[in-house]
């Protein structure tokens, strides 16, 4: 499986971001699968989980104190790239 994500390292706190799709994130039961299910690709790590609605708005779900630094960043400045996994 491919998905885009990204490592953070802010203020001492190193974390994941990885997209998915918007409606994944309107369900907490799904958003926490999700999140589950990326844990092999970033072991160790709090994931924050984003999806953005059709005019391109993200939407975080994951720690809140994560969640609340990324939607103060914008999303250009983030290190997006492909991650693989089995």
Do not use: C, H
């Given at each position: 499986?491919?998905?885009?994500?990204?490592?953070?390292?802010?203020?001492?706190?190193?974390?994941?971001?990885?997209?998915?799709?918007?409606?994944?994130?309107?369900?907490?039961?799904?958003?926490?699968?999700?999140?589950?299910?990326?844990?092999?690709?970033?072991?160790?790590?709090?994931?924050?989980?984003?999806?953005?609605?059709?005019?391109?708005?993200?939407?975080?779900?994951?720690?809140?104190?994560?969640?609340?630094?990324?939607?103060?960043t914008?999303?250009?400045?983030?290190?997006?790239?492909?991650?693989?996994?089995?």
């Amino acid at each position: 499986m491919q998905f885009e994500g990204a490592v953070i390292r802010e203020q001492g706190v190193t974390f994941a971001v990885v997209v998915v799709k918007r409606q994944v994130l309107d369900n907490p039961t799904f958003a926490n699968q999700a999140i589950n299910s990326f844990r092999p690709a970033f072991p160790g790590l709090p994931i924050v989980l984003m999806g953005q609605d059709s005019s391109g708005r993200p939407k975080w779900f994951g720690r809140q104190d994560l969640a609340r630094f990324l939607a103060n960043t914008p999303l250009g400045a983030i290190p997006w790239r492909r991650y693989t996994m089995n």
